[in-house]
């Protein structure tokens, strides 16, 4: 009975050592996952959510770690660099690949990265002060075309790009006012100082809900779980119109394949961990995973969609 019982307890471990042999050794040490940004934004949150299913699955533990800089830069090129063999790992945003517009990076967006899985996407959500007329994206365009110098807020990244892309397909022009963020923003905004801003719904929904700023549409594919009165900007005017941030886990390039294959089905399993889905929707971001292939594909088309945008708005890389 003894031996039986022993037996049992060993058997998770066994079986956990035996799958670690089958996959090169994977995990036999701590799985590092860095988070290139300051602690609190969804990147992280997300980060240290599924860090506990993952170390359960594992059998190590995986440690978050933030190395912010230069909008993710910093922090991905010490991934880029690392042994590609699944123990350094790194939750990246759409900053991934919006950052090729605007900086000279030191590692090729692509090419030196393995795709595992996405994780989240957050919309947008285009908001106006209440003082300005126009209350949809229709008639934002309207106004834009009968009164030049409509404003926007840009803060950089995707915040900085959508309302480029918007311009470009609608055919109206808007004038960037450049702030470092959201809290810089909003003051200016809500004043009617700035006419419109694409913020993160995270960002954006405490001024919304109290009235000091409205919100015309929402930038994803399906409404916002937290504006579901709101419609997105493809189904109220201009179909197939998408803007939002992502994350996604990445590793360095020349991940084996067994590896990887793991690697993607653990994380989307941790991914799918109840109180990890009912976290994400308080932060009004709706959790997404996808296989390695679609998440490199998806990457190369936001890649080209920023890319444009960017160069249509005079903006060179630096």
Not at 200 to 212: D, S, Y
Request: hydrophobic share 45%; glycine share 8%; with cysteine.
């Amino acid at each position: 009975m003894k031996l039986t019982r022993r037996a049992a307890l060993a058997a998770p471990a066994l079986l956990l050592a035996a799958r670690a042999k089958a996959q090169g050794g994977f995990p036999n040490r701590a799985v590092r996952m860095i988070v290139p940004y300051t602690p609190g934004g969804v990147s992280d949150i997300t980060a240290r959510l599924i860090a506990e299913p993952l170390a359960a699955a594992w059998g190590q533990p995986v440690p978050v770690e933030n190395r912010a800089g230069a909008d993710g830069v910093i922090g991905t090129e010490v991934l880029a660099r690392s042994a590609p063999d699944g123990h350094t790992l790194a939750l990246v945003s759409v900053a991934h690949p919006v950052n090729a517009a605007f900086y000279r990076l030191p590692f090729d967006t692509m090419r030196d990265f393995t795709f595992i899985t996405q994780t989240t996407a957050t919309p947008l959500v285009l908001c106006a002060p209440k003082a300005f007329a126009p209350n949809t994206p229709a008639e934002l365009v309207e106004y834009a075309k009968r009164n030049p110098g409509v404003t926007f807020a840009g803060t950089g990244g995707v915040v900085r790009l959508a309302p480029v892309l918007f311009a470009e397909r609608t055919g109206i022009k808007l004038e960037n006012v450049p702030y470092r963020g959201s809290t810089q923003a909003h003051p200016d905004l809500i004043a009617n100082r700035v006419n419109i801003m694409f913020d993160t719904v995270p960002a954006a929904l405490p001024r919304i809900q109290a009235g000091t700023l409205k919100a015309l549409a929402t930038t994803g594919a399906r409404r916002s779980p937290q504006l579901p009165d709101v419609p997105t900007i493809g189904e109220a005017f201009l179909p197939g119109f998408e803007a939002s941030t992502w994350g996604m886990v990445i590793g360095p390039a020349g991940i084996p394949a067994p590896i990887l294959a793991r690697l993607n089905a653990d994380i989307r399993a941790a991914l799918q961990v109840p109180s990890v889905v009912e976290r994400h929707k308080t932060l009004g971001a709706e959790i997404v995973s996808n296989t390695p292939e679609e998440m490199r594909a998806f990457t190369e088309a936001e890649m080209k969609k920023w890319g444009d945008a960017a160069r249509a708005a005079g903006i060179q890389p630096q």
